[in-house]
């Protein structure tokens, strides 16, 4: 483990563990759900309110930062915890999925991906090496490994050459990431649905040497029962005494899914953007705010929730800035969705530690079964 940053499990319950990631920066517990602030802000969000929901450490975006207001304003500024105003853990991605996703504007080779910015067309080159030193210069805590993530479906024989091509990469990552005391960096394992191409990722890793191992290449398209499926397997080739974290998930159920399979951390950018489209996670699943059955609603979106939106506000309120395209509706509703986020991992966490997993997972899909109040 890096210097400053370990690991450790304090119960586990089946395949789910709990426990704590100490850091510089301060503890994070784990199972996680890492809120994501693409371009240094949790949108609609201050940081001091996201703390407030229970999130031990956010996700910043390297691609999104290297090209605005980039990586060396922001090192001159005093790294992303300052520019932020969040003196808490940071985690960045590599930038690897954002440049796969632009398609025609990007070429990849063994070196790297030579890509066009979305946003002026300008030219740059994204390597592992320049995809670390992006992230030294943010001064995030966890750094991830710079790999190719292939969208799925796609042909094994594509999956294999994307998986083997981020092997060599990971090396050159890790080389590359060198001695730094008080961070850590994460391995990220390929392989799409294919449980050999997953284990021979796996060992690569593991020949390398990581501080934690990142499952990546999941909620791309293969759907909830396939994801599962590479989950029922995937954790149990990771080393038991390394944080495990799946990128990228993802809706409630998903969440709730991977910490039963052994998953420690998880982001997703569902919870802030659904909020500015006017939709609601809560216990009972997905609350569309603007439909019109919540027009003359004076009840709140979720009576057993603590978050100002449900303790100041009501439905028919909510409704009404919505509709409106009021800016307090993406506010109470991103903050909403945070909270329940939080909500459900610290009762993920209680369950665990108490070796009542079962029955809360099985509490939590009766629940959101039972759907949504019936209209006044």
């Known amino acids: 483990m890096a210097e400053g940053f370990s690991f450790s499990i304090s119960a586990t319950d089946g395949a789910a563990r709990t426990g704590v990631i100490q850091t510089p920066r301060g503890e994070i517990r784990t199972p996680a759900f890492m809120p994501v602030g693409t371009a240094a802000t949790v949108k609609a969000m201050l940081p001091e309110s996201v703390r407030a929901t229970g999130a031990d450490i956010l996700l910043g975006n390297t691609y999104h930062l290297m090209l605005r207001p980039t990586a060396e304003r922001i090192a001159a500024l005093g790294g992303l915890h300052r520019f932020m105003n969040w003196p808490r853990p940071i985690l960045t991605d590599s930038g690897g999925f954002q440049v796969m996703s632009l398609g025609p504007l990007r070429k990849l080779t063994e070196e790297g991906v030579r890509f066009s910015s979305h946003l002026d067309g300008s030219r740059h080159i994204l390597t592992p090496e320049r995809s670390m030193e992006i992230q030294r210069l943010l001064g995030s805590d966890i750094v991830m490994c710079f790999d190719e993530c292939p969208a799925l479906p796609a042909t094994e024989a594509e999956v294999a050459r994307a998986m083997r091509l981020s092997m060599r990469w990971a090396q050159r990552s890790r080389d590359a990431f060198g001695d730094r005391p008080g961070h850590a960096l994460f391995g990220i394992m390929q392989g799409g649905v294919t449980r050999e191409l997953r284990e021979e990722s796996a060992e690569a890793l593991k020949a390398i040497g990581f501080d934690g191992y990142a499952i990546g290449g999941l909620a791309v398209g293969e759907g909830q029962e396939a994801m599962f499926g590479v989950l029922d397997y995937a954790p149990g080739f990771l080393p038991v005494d390394k944080p495990r974290y799946l990128m990228g998930v993802g809706k409630p159920d998903d969440i709730v899914g ?71 509706a993406s506010m109470l509703l991103t903050w909403h969705n945070l909270h329940y986020y939080q909500t459900l991992m610290q009762g993920l966490r209680d369950a665990i530690a108490g070796q009542r997993l079962a029955a809360f997972v099985a509490e939590f899909h009766a629940t959101r079964a039972a759907g949504d109040l019936e209209p006044v």
């Open 258 to 328: 991977a910490v039963e399979r052994g998953v420690d951390m998880m982001d997703c950018v569902l919870p802030s953007r659904s909020g500015r489209t006017g939709q609601a996670w809560t216990r009972r699943g997905q609350v569309n705010l603007r439909n019109a059955r919540h027009k003359d609603d004076p009840r709140p979106l979720d009576e057993a929730c603590t978050c100002p939106a449900c303790t100041g506000y009501s439905r028919a309120y909510l409704h009404h800035v919505v509709k409106a395209d009021e800016i307090i």
